[in-house]
């Protein structure tokens, strides 16, 4: 059973750094053709899951891809050992208030999992 959990989120004053993490269970990522991602939805309405930005990637290779929104101030990476994935989050705005998930979409087998989201809220 897959499972995707999420923490690290929390209130942060703009400019400020926070790490969100992503805890794998249920499969190896570094063995899987998974890819990665960590996708946010902002707080302005509810919107369906299809609505959510996504906002970085990593394969099991190491390739990583951002959104243009958060290029040069956010890095994903990941801990084989740990089987975590992790998004460092820099000079925050707060534009970047949102919801952010983790989620991991299978390359073969087409399916994707996602998390439960943590809250992540930028201050002016």
């Known amino acids: 059973q897959v499972q995707l959990v999420e923490s690290g989120g929390g209130l942060v004053q703009a400019g400020g750094p926070l790490r969100l993490s992503c805890e794998v269970s249920?499969?190896?990522?570094?063995?899987?053709?998974?890819?990665m991602r960590w996708y946010r939805q902002g707080p302005e309405k509810e919107r369906p899951e299809k609505e959510r930005?996504?906002?970085?990637?990593?394969?099991?290779?190491?390739?990583?891809n951002y959104a243009d929104s958060v290029k040069g101030r956010f890095t994903i990476s990941s801990d084989s050992l740990k089987n975590t994935v992790y998004l460092q989050m820099n000079s925050l705005r707060p534009e970047d208030t949102a919801v952010y998930y983790c989620?991991?979409?299978?390359?073969?087998?087409?399916?994707?999992?996602w998390g439960q989201g943590t809250q992540v809220t930028v201050s002016s």
């Open positions: 989620n991991a979409y299978g390359m073969i087998s087409k399916r994707d999992y």
């Open positions: 249920g499969f190896i990522f570094s063995n899987m053709y998974m890819i």
């Open positions: 930005e996504m906002v970085a990637g990593i394969t099991r290779t190491g390739s990583t």
